[in-house]
C-alpha cells in the first residue's frame, strides 16, 4: 500500500499504511504542548524513526516507562501522572502513547485521568498493538494479579498505523502477533484465514503489511460498531477468556510468556469449547488446531494447573452472575457470544489442550 | 417539601427531598452485588440512618477509607480497588457512596476504572456534597499537592439528596455548605441571594431544607446544560480559582482549612477582580463582602505567601495557555466566564484580602 488511508470516523482518526506518522504528525503541532511516552525499547528502536519522520515537531517532554506486561501496573501510571505534572502539562496537552499495548494501556489511561483527561494519541509500533491494542479504546493496568483490573473505555483523538516501526521488531513480537491474525480470521475475516492457513509466520515476509492492513481494519469495524464492548465486539474475546486467565498464570510465577502464546493456547481449548457448544465441525476444528500447534510450542501447563486457572477465570471482567460467557465460533469467520459455559467443561477443554499434543 | 422529588434526566436519575433514599433504595437491588463505601464518620452517623430506612437491602460488603480531603488521595484508591477485588465485585456490582465529597470524589473514580466501570449512585451525607460534590460528574483525587489532579469527569447513576442525614452534621459543616450555597446565589440565583443576605449561617434552621433543594437544583441545571465544562458550567468555579489554590496551601502546611473558607475567602478576591473587569458595581460589591465576613473569620494569609498561592494557581485546571482564566460577577445573580486575569492584578485581589479586613 502506497499512500496511508486516513479513515476520520466521528471524532477517532485512522491513519493506516505507510506514510501515515507523517501525514498524522502535522495534526500534534495543534496543541499547547506536545509530550511523548516510550520504554527502552521504543526509546532505542521507534524513537529515532518518529524523529526522523517529524523532525520539525516541538516535544516538550519524553516520559519513559519500563517495558513488559509485569510492568503493566498503577505504580507505572503513578510515575506518568507525577511526571506530567512536574511538566506542567495543561488540558491542552497532548500525550503521544509510542510503543506497544502496554505503553497505549497505560498511557490512555493516564491521559484520560490526568486533570480529568487531556488528549492523546496512538502510535502503536508492535504487531500486536497496531492490530489490535492501540484500537477500540481499552486502557489500563494489571492490578492484583488480574489483567486490567483497573481502566477504562476511552478513545484516543487519533491511531496511527505505519509499518515504518515494524522493521525493528524480534521474532517473538511477529509470533505473537500471529495469534491474533489468526483470531480475525476465525472470528470474522475469511479471506484472512486463507490468506494464513498451512503458513508459519517466519515465512510471510513481504505479505505482513497487508495481513496487518487487513486486521487493523477488521478491528476498526468491529470498534466502530460496539465500542462499549454491549454486543458484537465480545466476539474479539474468541481465545481470551482462558487465554487470559494463562498469560496471568504464567506473570504470577514470574515466567511470562507473550500474549499471542497464551492466546494460541486460549484458542486451542476454545475451539474445543465451540465444537461441543457452538456447531463448530470436526474439519474446520483439526484446521486451527494445526494451524496454532505449526506456529507455538505446546506451554507446560499440567493437571494440577487447572483448579488455579479457574480460580483466575472467575475473574474475569467477562463473568456475570457467576457464569462464564464465552465467545466461541459456529464456523470459519463467524463467531457468535454470550454462550454460557458450565465450570465441568472448561475444565474438559483445558484437559484436551493437556492430553492432545501437537496436531501440526 | 414532603415528598421526594424525582428528576429522571436523561440516565442519571435525582431524587431530592425528604424520603428519597427510601424510593432510591428500590432500585439498589436490580444489581448482582451491593457494596457501599463509607469513612468512620459515615459509618457512625449515616450507616444506621441507611440501614434503618432499608432495612431490606443486601449488602455484600462494606468498605471504609479515612475521612478529611487530606486523605482524598490515589492511596485511598488502591485500598478500595484491593477491596472491590477481594469481594469479588463483577460488572454487574453497584457501588453505593455514603458520605461527603470525599466519598464521591474518590468513589466515583474508583468505580469508573474498576474492571474499567461498574455502577454507582451518590448518597451525599454533607451539606456540601448534597449541593455540589455529589452532582455533575467530577471525580478524582488530589495529587503531588494538586486538588483533583487525577480523576475523571463520570456520572453517577443517581444522585440521591435526602436531608434526613444532616441531622448529624457540626456547625463547621454548615458553615462550609454556606459559602457555596451563596456561590449559587451569586452566580444565577437572586432569589436564593434574597434569603441569605445579612443572616448568619447558625440562624437558618427550619430554612436549610428549602435551600438545599434550591442549590441543588440550580447545580443540577447547569451540569444538565453542560456537563464537561465547555462553557456556562465554568461559571460555578466563581470563588474557586483563588479558593482552591488557599485550599492547598493549608492542605500542604498540614492546617486543612474546609472548602467553605478557602472558597468564601476566594469570593472576596474574585468579587474585586470582578469591580476591576467585569463591570460589577461598588454596591453589591459591598454586599457580598460583608456577607461573607459575617459568617466567615478571615484567614491568616500574608504577603510572604502571595507568590506560593500564585504558584499553586498555576496549576490550576482551568488554566490554558499559561493564562488564568477566572469566572467573574457581572452583577448580583449574574457570572461569566473565561476572563482572562493578568498575574499582577491576581496579585492585587490578595493583597486587598489581606489588607481590607472585615467588612461586617
Known amino acids: 500500500m502506497k499512500s496511508p488511508v486516513n479513515l476520520d470516523l466521528g471524532t477517532i482518526a485512522y491513519n493506516i499504511g505507510e506514510g501515515a506518522l507523517e501525514i498524522a504528525g502535522k495534526h500534534f503541532t495543534k496543541f499547547s504542548k506536545c509530550f511523548l511516552l516510550e520504554d527502552e525499547n521504543t526509546e532505542r528502536y521507534c524513537l529515532p524513526v518518529f524523529k526522523k519522520a517529524l523532525p520539525n515537531l516541538k516535544v516538550h517532554g519524553i516520559i519513559r516507562i519500563q517495558s513488559g506486561e509485569v510492568n503493566k501496573n498503577i505504580e507505572q501510571c503513578i510515575i506518568v501522572w507525577e511526571q506530567l505534572t512536574k511538566l506542567k502539562a495543561d488540558r491542552d496537552s497532548i500525550l503521544i502513547n509510542l510503543g506497544g499495548g502496554v505503553i497505549s494501556d497505560i498511557g490512555g489511561f493516564v491521559a484520560a485521568t490526568y486533570k480529568r483527561g487531556i488528549h492523546f494519541v496512538n502510535i502503536p509500533t508492535t504487531l500486536l498493538g497496531q492490530i489490535d491494542a492501540a484500537i477500540g479504546g481499552k486502557t489500563g493496568v494489571d492490578f492484583m494479579g488480574f489483567k486490567n483490573q483497573v481502566g477504562l473505555f476511552i478513545d484516543p483523538m487519533a491511531v496511527v498505523v505505519d509499518p515504518i516501526f515494524l522493521k525493528t521488531l524480534d ?18 475475516d475469511r479471506d484472512l484465514w486463507a490468506m ?15 495481513l496487518i492492513m487487513k486486521a487493523a481494519k477488521d478491528k476498526i469495524d468491529i470498534v466502530r460498531f460496539d465500542n462499549s464492548e454491549k454486543g458484537i465486539r465480545k466476539i474479539l474475546n474468541f481465545g481470551h477468556t482462558i487465554g487470559h486467565a494463562i498469560e496471568t498464570f504464567y506473570l504470577k510465577k514470574n515466567d511470562a510468556i507473550t500474549h499471542g502464546q497464551a492466546i494460541a493456547a486460549g484458542m486451542i481449548c476454545e475451539t474445543w469449547l465451540s465444537s461441543q457448544l457452538s456447531e463448530l465441525e470436526g474439519s474446520p476444528q483439526c484446521e486451527i488446531w494445526k494451524l496454532i500447534d505449526k506456529n507455538f510450542d505446546r506451554l507446560d501447563i499440567t493437571e494440577e494447573n487447572i483448579s488455579e486457572l479457574l480460580h483466575i477465570m472467575k475473574q474475569d471482567k467477562k463473568i456475570r452472575k457467576g457464569k462464564f460467557r464465552f465467545s466461541l465460533l459456529r464456523r470459519l469467520g463467524k463467531a457468535i457470544h454470550d454462550v454460557e459455559v458450565d465450570d465441568s467443561l472448561v475444565i474438559e477443554s483445558l484437559q484436551f489442550y493437556i492430553q492432545k499434543q501437537n496436531f501440526s
Open 171 to 188: 521474532d517473538i513480537f511477529w509470533q505473537s502477533g500471529f495469534a491474533e491474525l489468526m483470531k480475525y480470521g476465525l472470528i470474522m
Open 196 to 210: 494464513l492457513i498451512h503458513r508459519n509466520y517466519k515465512e510471510l515476509d513481504d505479505e505482513w503489511n497487508k
